[in-house]
């Protein structure tokens, strides 16, 4: 008997805008407790990122891929944005290093992720095409 089963969420998943939203509060949130606690944010903001596209992955309904690769570095540089306008004023020198540098120190994260998601939705596109054998074996 296998103590690991797959969790089964009931309906048939989230939809595009659920996704975005999901994503979007709780990359948010994280980033929110980070900037207010250190000034900056960190390891536990890139852990929400992969956990926010894997969980979104995992809960959208079929055809919500795209989105779901695509929402979490959008929802991360909107929420670092507003946060560091929020926490520094309308400084535009001060803004622009803080976001910047807020974006540099989760690149590995962004990185990680965007290129699990889009192996993720190039291999689900790659499988709905048709084969090319099968196309010529049914022609002959």
Do not use: H
Request: proline share 6%.
């Amino acid at each position: 008997m296998s103590t690991l089963q797959k969790i089964q969420i009931q309906g048939p998943g989230l939809k595009k805008p659920g996704i975005v939203v999901l994503q979007t509060i709780f990359i948010g949130f994280f980033v929110f407790i980070e900037m207010t606690i250190r000034t900056g944010v960190g390891i536990l903001t890139g852990i929400a990122i992969c956990a926010a596209l894997f969980g979104s992955l995992r809960l959208g309904r079929p055809g919500t891929t795209y989105v779901s690769v695509v929402t979490p570095p959008l929802a991360f540089a909107g929420t670092v944005l507003a946060l560091t306008l929020v926490l520094d004023g309308f400084k535009p020198s001060r803004v622009g290093i803080d976001f910047i540098a807020s974006l540099a120190s989760e690149a590995p994260f962004l990185i990680l992720a965007a290129v699990y998601g889009w192996f993720v939705y190039l291999n689900q596109k790659a499988k709905s095409k048709p084969s090319k054998r099968k196309a010529a074996a049914v022609q002959d």
